[in-house]
Nanobody, 121 residues
Framework: QVQLVETGGGLVQPGGSLRLSCAASGSAFRINVMGWYRQTPGKERELVATISIGGSTNYADSMKGRFTISRDNAKNTVYLQMNNLKPEDTAVYYC???????????????WGQGTQVTVSS
């Protein structure tokens, strides 16, 4: 099992910036993909961005150009730099990791507990 702990959420004014961090711990052979998703009350969880172990990234269209995902494989940590934040970015942001316990083993998925981001003046 891989455990994920997110930090960095909070209250920010429109146009401001925040940086989220998510540290993974536990015994995994390889963490293939790490990512960020977000959810608001009454809505389904949606993709923000993902990054592979090789550094390939994927963003939701509405986040492109404002959000940047990065990863430190040595620290098993993924970051999300959020710039020019808008009120509609207000949500609980969840970290996700897809990992394997062996090279040919099945892939598993873990979620963090979530961190609240509120964009308001």
């Amino acid at each position: 099992q891989v455990q994920l702990v997110e930090t960095g959420g909070g209250l920010v004014q429109p146009g401001g910036s925040l940086r989220l961090s998510c540290a993974a711990s536990g015994s995994a052979f390889r963490i293939n993909v790490m990512g960020w998703y977000r959810q608001t009350p009454g809505k389904e969880r949606e993709l923000v961005a993902t990054i592979s172990i090789g550094g390939s990234t994927n963003y939701a269209d509405s986040m492109k150009g404002r959000f940047t995902i990065s990863r430190d494989n040595a620290k098993n940590t993924v970051y999300l730099q959020m710039n020019n934040l808008k009120p509609e970015d207000t949500a609980v942001y969840y970290c996700s990791a897809k990992y394997q316990f062996s090279p040919a083993g099945s892939e598993y998925n873990s979620w963090g507990q979530g961190t609240q981001v509120t964009v308001s003046s």
